[in-house]
C-alpha cells in the first residue's frame, strides 16, 4: 500500500504574533527549518513566492532565477522537494482592495504578473503546482464591487497564468472570510466551477483546507469528495477550527477528532495515498510554546493523521456493511464511537 508524503510550509514555523500582540519567540532560521523535515517525517516543503525569493518584487528576473536555483538545491542537499509555490499577494499596498479582481486595473495586471513569477520560480524549484488562496478577492462591502465581473477578471487572470506556462497546474485553496468578510470562490464547488470556465479546465483544481471548510459551515471530509468525485483534490491543508471565529489552524484532529477521522476516511476512499500527492498540513503552535518546542504542532497532527489512517483501515468492514444493509445508522454511530475509543 503506498506511503502518505506529507509536507508543510515555513510560516507553520513562526513567531507567535497574533493581530493583539508582537512576537513572542525567537525567529527559527530557514535552514534550521528545513533541517526539521526530514526529522519529523515530512519531505515535502510549501512555498510562498517570496519564501523561495525574498522580496520578489524588488528583484530582476536573472536574480529571480539565481535565487530559486539556490532554493532547489538547497532542497536537494536535505532530500526535500517543493511541493508547490503561491504568490503572496496580500501584503503589497497595491493589492489593498484584491489583486484579480480589484476594481484598479493597475492592481490587476499587478496581481498577474507577480504570479507569472511566481509560476516561474515553481518550475525552477521543480514543481508544476501552484496554489491560490484567494487572500484579498472579495469585498468588505457589497456595493464595493460587481461580483459578476469580478468572477470574469478571475477566469480572465487564470487564463493568462495557464497560458504563461503549459505545465502548470492551479489549484485554488478556497476560504470563505478573513481577511475579507465575503470571499470570492468560497468553496471547493465554486473553485471547480471556476475550473470549467477557463481555457484549460484539466489545470485548475483545488486544496482543501479543514479549517477552510469548517468556517464555511461546510464538512471537510464532504468537500474533499466533491474534489475528488471531479478528479481535482491536488492537496489539502489538514488542520482543525473550534467553532466559527478566526481561522485558527489548530492541530489536526485537536478540536474534532471524529471530523479528523472522516477526512482520512475520504482520502483513503480515494486512493489519495496513490496518487503521489501531498498531505499538507496548515497548523499554528500555540502562542504560549516555546521556541525549542514550537514545531511539536506539526509532529502531533502528522502523527494523529497516521493513527486515524490505521483507524480507518481496521474499522471492521462487515459491521459497516450489515449496518448499512440494514439501515441501522445508530449501530453503524455507535461502531465507530467504540473503535475510536479503543485503545
Ligand atoms: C490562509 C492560508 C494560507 C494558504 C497559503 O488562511 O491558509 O496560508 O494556505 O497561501
Ligand atoms: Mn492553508
Redesign the pocket.
Known amino acids: 500500500m503506498a506511503d502518505y508524503r506529507f509536507s508543510f510550509?515555513p510560516?507553520n514555523i513562526h513567531e507567535g504574533a497574533d493581530p493583539f500582540g508582537p512576537p513572542v519567540r525567537a525567529t527559527v532560521e530557514f535552514g534550521q527549518k528545513l533541517g526539521l523535515y526530514r526529522q519529523m517525517g515530512f519531505e515535502g516543503v510549501?512555498f510562498?513566492d517570496d519564501d523561495a525569493v525574498a522580496n520578489v518584487e524588488e528583484k530582476s528576473f536573472d536574480q529571480i532565477q539565481k535565487e530559486a536555483s539556490a532554493m532547489k538545491k538547497l532542497l536537494d542537499d536535505q532530500g526535500l522537494v517543493a511541493e508547490f509555490v503561491?504568490p503572496?499577494l496580500w501584503e503589497t499596498p497595491l493589492g489593498v482592495d484584491g489583486g484579480y479582481t480589484a476594481n484598479d486595473p493597475a492592481a490587476r495586471r499587478w496581481a498577474i504578473e507577480r504570479s507569472k513569477r511566481a509560476i516561474d520560480i515553481a518550475n525552477l524549484l521543480g514543481t508544476n503546482l501552484m496554489?491560490l488562496?484567494l487572500?484579498r478577492e472579495g469585498t468588505y462591502i457589497r456595493e464595493s464591487k460587481n461580483a459578476i465581473e469580478a468572477y470574469h477578471h478571475l477566469r480572465d487572470a487564470l487564463n493568462q497564468l495557464l497560458e504563461h506556462s503549459p505545465q502548470i497546474e492551479l489549484a485554488i485553496?478556497p476560504?470563505p472570510n478573513?481577511p475579507m468578510d465575503q470571499a470570492y470562490v468560497p468553496t471547493i464547488g465554486h473553485a471547480v466551477a471556476m475550473s470549467y470556465q477557463t481555457c484549460d479546465p484539466r489545470r485548475v483544481g483545488g486544496?482543501i483546507?479543514s479549517?477552510?471548510a469548517l468556517l464555511a459551515g461546510l464538512d471537510p471530509a464532504d468537500e474533499m469528495g466533491f474534489a475528488l468525485a471531479h478528479d481535482k483534490l491536488w492537496s489539502v491543508?489538514l488542520n482543525d477550527q473550534n467553532g466559527l471565529k478566526f481561522?485558527q489552524?489548530k492541530s489536526f484532529g485537536s478540536v474534532n477528532l471524529r471530523c479528523a477521522f472522516n477526512q482520512v476516511r475520504m482520502l483513503e476512499l480515494g486512493g489519495y495515498a496513490q496518487t503521489g500527492r501531498f498531505v499538507g498540513l496548515?497548523v499554528k503552535a500555540m502562542r504560549t510554546q516555546k521556541v525549542e518546542q514550537a514545531h511539536l504542532h506539526l509532529q502531533n497532527s502528522r502523527a494523529v493523521f497516521l493513527t486515524l489512517v490505521d483507524k480507518v483501515r481496521t474499522f471492521p468492514q462487515e459491521i459497516q456493511q450489515q449496518c448499512v444493509a440494514d439501515r441501522n445508522y445508530e449501530a453503524l454511530e455507535m461502531a465507530v464511537l467504540e473503535h475510536l475509543l479503543a485503545k
Open positions: 510550509g510560516w510549501q510562498h503561491a503572496r496554489v488562496w487572500a485553496e476560504k478573513e486544496l483546507e479549517a477552510h491543508h481561522d489552524d496548515d
